[in-house]
């Protein structure tokens, strides 16, 4: 099938001869292996404890909420992925779909993403304080930490620095501790006695109100920790058989990794002793919950492992995440919103090195202003959900686009995606509101950055942005939109707008937006041309 491509991409023969160069070495487990390495990375170590503060016992529903978002948003990635496999897919396919002004509003929340390697980062500070405290103080990383955590992400650069292939077997090796630890931990607390009635007493199963666990959705690290299931579409460029083992591997790393994070919560739930809830669930607070936790049950060697473990889980999914950041940053300049300079593949090695130094850099600069995991993964949970909004949108584009030009369905295409789509899209943007208005208020007003940035780039260009503005409008209306309603809102807003009719008024917002965002892809894909 024809694949959409943006003129101004496609034109440039640069552009195709970089692509052909990466490497097609990956199958199913190392895609497998590289989503799931993604998901289980710092947030089983943090998030159990952020989200019981949050929601108490009631905090389970979120998990199983995130997992049904993911799941949402995996079939119309892996339709995307399968469709049109490209490395750094989720930064390409929103401007495919709706043009540039989306495409740089998208990419520059996936250039701010990378922020998330520097959550990874942050967390093995904050466990590694437990031998060396001078690295992590009062909630942030200390000018010491930050020489160390320097250091370590120079040394995660240089570790992807080689070829694709290597990369997925040390990645591999890196998983099988990843999933053996958190096993171990469930098993181990459970064996060390529980509290029987946990879900119900100290205020009951939802103590803070059922309007706490969509709260803990962002604000708990909950959609942070499970984000990392697109990892393997990331990679559709490098893989054998994309239409194939992508969505096996996207699916079987959800899968996986959701109940992994379901017998941790329960495991907190229940081992935390009477003696620490005095104050309820909020007055839990260890700097390294399940380190500490462990210690405080006299499971010495689980806390000398799970500390051991704080430096490989972070690191594993840090070593991911510096991957994909590259991929991302490679399909950034394709995009142009960086320069083309980024975009060299190393002929050897098939590996955007250009791109990885860059990323180094905005790595060390995100973890000046956010020292701590939970500040990060706070405002990285909403820049994950505007990227799934806008893949939503893609998709149904495309869809709509070749059903009016009256060709069938692509190979690779997922069941139910029509309906589909537009859930995922309304599902993601009440999960942004739900955040709270503490979170979107820095967020949202930092992804709004990227129209300014398109419109300096359209200057520098010297052509007419009118249509592309009139293509792209609806996703500035609805971060607007959505910023106003988080302010008259009841999380964490003034009030104005009390429950339910503020979540009720952003599904509307939601659904006449992803209308409106279809009709206009569809526009741009039809006065766009398209390539082989």
């Not at 099938?1 to 190392?30: C, H, I, N, S, Y």
């Not at 007055?283 to 500490?292: R, Y």
């Not at 180094?360 to 505007?386: E, H, K, N, R, T």
Request: net charge positive; glycine share 10%; hydrophobic share 50%.
């Amino acid at each position: 099938m024809a694949q959409q491509q943006p003129t101004e991409a496609t034109g440039a023969p640069d552009v195709r001869t970089e692509e052909g160069r990466l490497r097609k070495d990956l199958g199913f487990w190392g895609l497998t292996a590289i989503g799931f390495s993604n998901i289980l990375g710092s947030g089983w170590l943090f998030a159990a404890m952020y989200a019981a503060q949050t929601a108490g016992p009631a905090a389970l529903l979120s998990w199983v909420a995130a997992g049904l978002l993911c799941a949402l948003v995996a079939v119309v990635m892996v339709e995307l992925g399968a469709t049109r496999p490209e490395g750094g897919g989720t930064v390409r396919w929103p401007l495919y779909a709706n043009g540039r002004l989306v495409g740089t509003v998208v990419g520059w929340s996936v250039l701010l993403s990378v922020g998330g390697t520097a959550a990874e980062i942050s967390a093995i500070m904050q466990y590694a304080a437990h031998y060396v405290p001078g690295l992590y103080r009062d909630g942030s990383i200390t000018a010491s930490g930050l020489g160390v955590a320097t250091a370590l992400s120079v040394l995660l650069t240089a570790l992807n620095w080689f070829a694709v292939r290597l990369f997925a077997r040390v990645n591999n090796l890196v998983s099988v501790f990843k999933v053996v630890v958190p096993i171990l931990t469930v098993a181990a607390l459970f064996l060390s006695g529980t509290h029987s009635g946990r879900l119900t007493d100290h205020g009951g199963f939802a103590p803070y109100g059922y309007a706490a666990c969509l709260t803990a959705l962002a604000g708990g690290g909950i959609v942070y920790s499970v984000n990392g299931f697109q990892a393997p579409l990331d990679f559709s460029g490098e893989a054998r058989n994309p239409r194939r083992t992508v969505p096996a591997a996207v699916l079987t790393g959800i899968g996986l990794a959701v109940l992994v994070y379901l017998g941790l919560q329960l495991a907190f739930l229940y081992t935390v002793p009477d003696s620490l809830l005095a104050h309820g669930w909020q007055g839990v607070d260890f700097e390294s919950p399940f380190g500490q936790l462990a210690l405080v049950l006299n499971l010495h060697w689980l806390a000398t492992l799970l500390y051991a473990d704080a430096v490989v889980s972070p690191g594993g999914s840090a070593y991911v995440g510096v991957a994909i950041d590259a991929r991302h940053t490679y399909a950034l300049s394709k995009n142009g919103l960086l320069p083309r300079f980024f975009m060299r593949i190393h002929p050897r090695s098939g590996i955007a090195r250009r791109a990885l130094v860059l990323n180094l850099a905005v790595i060390i600069v995100f973890m000046l202003p956010f020292g701590g995991w939970q500040d990060i993964v706070s405002v990285m949970g909403d820049m994950y959900l505007i990227i799934y909004a806008a893949s939503a949108v893609a998709v149904a584009s495309f869809r709509a686009h070749d059903r009016a030009r009256g060709l069938p369905l692509a190979e690779g295409h997922m069941p139910g995606v029509r309906w589909i789509a537009p859930v995922s899209f309304a599902v993601a943007t009440e999960f942004v509101y739900w955040s709270g208005w503490d979170d979107l208020r820095l967020a949202l007003p930092l992804v709004l950055v990227g129209v300014p940035l398109y419109l300096l780039q359209r200057r520098k260009a010297g052509s007419s942005p009118a249509q592309e503005l009139r293509h792209g409008a609806w996703l500035v209306v609805h971060l607007a939109a959505l910023t106003l309603l988080s302010w008259l809102g009841t999380f964490g807003g003034s009030g104005h707008l009390p429950a339910p009719y503020d979540s009720l008024t952003v599904a509307a917002l939601a659904f006449a937006v992803f209308t409106w965002a279809v009709h206009s892809g569809t526009a741009h894909l039809r006065t766009n041309p398209t390539t082989p």
